[in-house]
């Protein structure tokens, strides 16, 4: 027994040395590592919400960064801008744009060389299963110093841009400066210039495109159709009604006439 007691008394006393601020002896080092516990997670919790709000800022742009947006728009062609070289003169290419989203979308184009390049139109909003043809103007320079056509064609990129927006909205480019988060680069287009006296089926698909485009300038030029009733000198309105009044009065005025 007494052996037992000697081994339980070194055991106990290797443990209180392992583990010091168990002992009731020693209460300043219990309560001062209590307090150090208390201050670390008080400041433990003061910086998870500053740090909480500005990750929450940035888990969209993270995310956006990893996932890549859905496209709202089907463009024809996908990749490039065909146009016919003519050196020193003003040419003109075409895309289809279509909104295939469920809502409605407004486009905006963006061009390396505003000066030389301009759309029509520039940008607009489009309800949803809409499609249009838009025309790009294009100022070919002429080559420098044996410029070959493929350098001069890289200079030039255009932009094509989208964002939801809500029914009966107008357009105005400020939207997508207002809206920079939601602004989705739907496709960056290449120029691809095409030999104007030589055949080829992208230069057949660019003039039919041209074609319907300026068939659809037109229509849109015309005045409305006038379904409204048929106004005759200074807004006389005939219409039927009136018509069968004038005979039926003219009838009762033969009618006294023959009685007399």
Not at 4 to 12: E, M, W
Not at 18 to 37: A, E, I, R, Y
Not at 110 to 122: E, F, G, L
Request: proline fraction near 7%; include cysteine; hydrophobic fraction near 35%.
């Amino acid at each position: 027994m007494a052996i037992a007691d000697h081994q339980k008394s070194r055991s106990d006393g290797k443990l209180w040395r392992l583990c010091p601020f168990w002992q009731s002896g020693t209460p300043s080092s219990s309560s001062s590592s209590t307090q150090n516990l208390h201050s670390q997670n008080s400041s433990h919790q003061n910086g998870g919400l500053a740090s909480n709000t500005r990750s929450s800022s940035t888990v969209s742009s993270v995310a956006r960064s990893i996932f890549p947006a859905r496209r709202r728009l089907r463009l024809d062609p996908a990749n490039n801008l065909y146009f016919p070289y003519e050196p020193g003169k003003q040419v003109k290419s075409a895309v289809r744009i279509k909104n295939t989203s469920k809502s409605y979308v407004a486009f905006k184009f963006q061009t390396t060389a505003p000066k030389s390049c301009y759309m029509r139109p520039p940008g607009g909003i489009m309800a949803p299963g809409e499609s249009l043809i838009a025309t790009v103007f294009k100022f070919v320079e002429q080559p420098e110093n044996n410029e070959k056509q493929l350098d001069q064609k890289r200079k030039v990129k255009f932009k094509i841009m989208s964002l939801k927006v809500k029914e009966g909205m107008d357009y105005v480019p400020e939207l997508f400066d207002e809206q920079k988060d939601q602004v989705t680069v739907e496709r960056i287009l290449r120029v691809v210039f095409l030999d104007a006296e030589k055949p080829n089926p992208a230069l057949d698909k660019l003039k039919r495109q041209l074609a319907e485009a300026e068939a659809a300038v037109e229509t849109r030029k015309k005045p409305p159709a006038d379904t409204g009733p048929r106004v005759v000198g200074e807004g006389l309105v005939i219409d039927e009604w009136k018509e069968r009044r004038e005979k039926y009065l003219a009838r009762q005025q033969v009618e006294a006439v023959d009685s007399v």
